[in-house]
């Protein structure tokens, strides 16, 4: 970004949270936004600004995400987020009785907590939301840091910022939940898994600095996902683009093809058996092991994707509650946004994926920022398979 301002990305005047009516899109609460860009002004300066942000052009205090946890076990609460390239701010609100109430800050640069600053840097492009210490309320996911139910830091690990990251019964062999996530300095974690509510990583792979010295960027992974796709191992494998680290990953850290699959980007459940298969751009496609190759399954004729490069859908989720995903895109005229839900049998019969709590959480944050798709709190293979 060089120290430019981005084009339309507003830096003075007041900010707010607002609920709006779903249908007449009518102000139903407001309340000042927390963290305000600047605690006194409204119109700081760009040297005030980056005294704060550590920029004083947007790059760092306009990064926002956003969720839903359920942070006393029972109610949905609101969780807004700023900033994760150096401060990094997250604020929990309930909406009630008509008026939007704060429950708790949590700011990796308040002086009252100098522990929080171990937090800087610590956030991803996106984030997930669940019960990681199984006390029976949720904790937000921040890349790679979490934080707790009642607004205090669960940990860091120091590891710093990363594009991509994901949350679920990843090992179904390790109790709880574990984190598949990226490292984007090069370093020694350009590819890591953790335990999710304790934060101790379990195995990494590095970024090869010699073949990242002759990329344009020189970071690491820039995409990573962890998905069930090869039946002989369970749990998800892991894999990442970028960095120079190549091959496909068990959850345990064991590399069991040189070939990487050319998707790197989301997963459905699509054609019947409890593996996902591979979703990327506007195809459907499934990894098989003994090639290490993809078969086209699907291709939605007369759509886009989204996000440039990015090539995410506008959402894909067990919609119609059958347990296998569907997804949806515009048409590339923007006339249309078309529903494609799969016409294979299955021999399974389970209940809607919308009844797992971090997967239904995981519709909600699906579109902030850099996407990713919504996992279970469970492993469908162990649990189902016949």
């Known amino acids: 970004y060089q120290g430019k301002f981005f084009e339309g990305v507003i830096m003075k005047g007041p900010e707010y949270l607002s609920v709006f009516d779903g249908e007449t899109g009518a102000i139903k609460a407001n309340a000042k936004y927390i963290p305000a860009r600047h605690p006194e002004k409204e119109n700081p300066s760009p040297q005030e600004m980056s005294e704060i942000w550590s920029d004083g052009y947007g790059n760092r205090s306009e990064r926002y995400l956003a969720c839903v946890a359920y942070l006393d076990g029972e109610h949905p609460s609101i969780v807004m987020c700023r900033g994760y390239y150096s401060r990094t701010v997250l604020a929990a609100w309930n909406y009630q009785d008509g008026k939007l109430v704060h429950l708790w800050t949590f700011d990796s640069d308040d002086a009252a907590h100098p522990d929080h600053y171990a937090y800087r840097g610590m956030g991803n492009h996106n984030l997930s939301v669940g019960d990681v210490d199984g006390d029976g309320y949720d904790e937000i996911i921040y890349g790679n840091m979490a934080v707790d139910h009642d607004g205090k ?45 304790s934060g101790e990583i379990y195995w990494n792979v590095p970024t090869d600095s010699v073949a990242v010295s002759y990329e344009r960027k020189q970071q690491g992974p820039g995409r990573a996902v962890a998905f069930d796709i090869d039946e002989r191992y369970p749990g998800a494998e892991c894999w990442v683009r970028g960095g120079g680290i190549s091959g496909l990953y068990t959850c345990k850290g064991e590399k069991i093809a040189e070939r990487t699959p050319r998707s790197c980007n989301f997963a459905i459940y ?50 119609y509650g059958d347990w296998r995903e569907e997804v949806v895109f515009p048409t590339r005229d923007n006339k249309e946004l078309r529903v494609y839900t799969t016409t294979i049998p299955t021999d399974y019969r389970l209940p809607s994926l919308m009844y797992d709590p971090i997967y239904r959480l995981g519709i909600v944050w699906q579109n902030v920022a850099y996407n990713i798709p919504p996992h279970l709190s469970v492993d469908l293979v162990s649990k189902f398979r016949k």
């Open 153 to 197: 830091g669960l940990y860091t690990t120091g590891i710093g910022h990363a594009d991509a990251m994901h949350l679920g019964d990843l090992d179904p062999q390790r109790p709880g939940l574990e984190v598949f996530n990226t490292q984007e300095p090069v370093g020694a974690y350009g590819m890591n898994f953790r335990q999710a509510g």
């Open 270 to 319: 699509w054609d019947g058996d409890l593996l996902r298969e591979l979703l990327d751009g506007t195809r459907i496609q499934k990894y098989h092991w003994q090639e290490s190759d993809l078969e086209m399954l699907f291709m939605a004729e007369g759509c886009r994707s989204n996000n440039g490069s990015k090539s995410t859908p506008s959402i894909s989720a067990d919609i």
